[in-house]
């Protein structure tokens, strides 16, 4: 799971401090720190009678096991910043070796899980093939720049079924394209392995809301692969938002080989150092983008700029205690931030009383 408005590392680094936060109570939590010159991920500080202690932190959200000199160099680190204690967390895990050069140095080793449970009733639904597709970028003509369709914060859904393509007199959704296409391709065996596909649209124009003004296209890229799924009945719940609600965060102890801490998705502080301000923006761990218009006498005025449903964009006020700004972080990316801007005017305008 990463943070819309900041970079995958550096939501991956959010979690571990988040984590930190909530199971370390009455300790000092901080990420991206600078002690004497050298970055640390995460630093935990917490008192103990006369006594102070420091936990570093290094995040590595990486693909492959980490090194055994990648280890080593990171115990060199933490002892020159005279840490009580260091700690290594690596999605992928740990090359061989690492756990004795860990002992050797006193470091702890945790590889990180994301742990999705079944929503109620799905244990009984069987699996089967289907084809998946996903990143989708659009094509122009006359040498313009490629447009990637961001697939992030359950935002595909709305721009396939709001996307609109004009050929001569036939007009369709996106949605309706795309389905006809796979339609011809084959069926989910013949797709074991990701396949590219570009499916033509030329002499089409293209529209989609939020995204895309009407515009000349040429062409849709995509990759198709064979994905094995439980295609649940509908529910009031949009799927993409039931799995974040059953998802959750586990910490293996590597040299222990046992888990050692597990916490909920939606229960995880991951704005545990966020102060709520008017004018600026905040997203959450469902991925629902949010601006925050007034904070006065304990309570916040939000306005939720965006959220997906069934493929269909969600806005409305609402009011809250404003200790739930630990459930939420500031988006600090000046183009989300842009994009954010525009949808909470248009939200605005619209929303506005009509002139008699």
């Known amino acids: ?103 050797r140095h006193g470091i702890d080793l945790f590889r990180m899980n994301e742990r999705i449970s079944e929503p109620p009733g799905a244990e009984n639904v069987p699996v089967q093939p ?18 990637p369709i961001p697939e992030t914060n359950n935002r595909l859904d709305y721009l396939l079924r709001h996307g609109v393509v004009r050929q001569g007199a036939a007009v369709a959704t996106l949605q309706q394209y795309l389905d006809r296409a796979l339609a011809t391709i084959g069926t989910p ?12 649209l030329t002499g089409a124009i293209l529209e989609i809301s939020t995204l895309l003004e009407a515009t000349p296209v040429q062409s849709l890229s995509l990759t ?51 102060v709520f301000a008017p004018g600026r923006y905040y997203t959450s761990m469902l991925e629902q983008n949010y601006y925050c218009e007034k904070v ?25 205690k404003v200790d739930v700004q630990k459930f939420y972080v500031e988006v600090t990316d000046f183009n989300e931030t842009l994009r954010l801007q525009k949808m909470y005017q248009k939200y605005c305008a619209a929303a506005a009383p009509k002139k008699q």
Not at 54 to 73: F, G, M, N, Y
Not at 130 to 147: E, K, Q, W
Request: glycine share 6%; aromatic share 8%; hydrophobic share 40%.
């Open 189 to 200: 065996a013949a797709f074991d392995q990701p396949v590219r596909f570009e499916l033509p």
């Open 1 to 103: 799971m990463t943070l819309p408005g900041n970079r995958e590392w550096r939501g991956f680094e959010r979690i571990i401090a988040a984590i930190e936060y909530a199971t370390n109570r009455g300790a000092t939590v901080t990420w991206d720190e600078d002690i004497d010159g050298r970055q640390f991920d995460v630093a935990v500080r917490f008192t103990s009678g006369p006594h102070q202690y420091l936990t570093l932190i290094e995040c590595k959200d990486q693909q492959r096991p980490l090194s055994v000199e990648k280890v080593d160099a990171f115990a060199t680190k933490a002892r020159d910043a005279r840490a009580n204690k260091s700690v290594i967390i690596c999605r992928a895990g740990f090359q061989r070796g690492c756990i004795d050069v860990a002992k």
């Open 296 to 320: 006065e006498n304990g309570f916040v005025s939000l306005v939720l700029v965006e959220g997906y449903m069934h493929g269909n964009l969600i806005q409305a006020r609402l009011g809250a």
């Open 130 to 147: 289907v084809l998946g597709a996903y990143d989708f970028v659009i094509n122009f003509p006359n040498l313009r720049p490629s447009l």
């Open 224 to 274: 198709i692969v064979k994905q094995l799924k439980k295609v649940l009945p509908p529910t009031p719940m949009d799927p993409h938002l039931l799995l974040k609600m059953h998802s959750a965060f586990e910490l293996i102890d590597c040299i222990r080989d046992q888990p050692v801490t597990t916490i909920d998705a939606l229960q995880l502080p991951i704005g545990f150092d966020t």
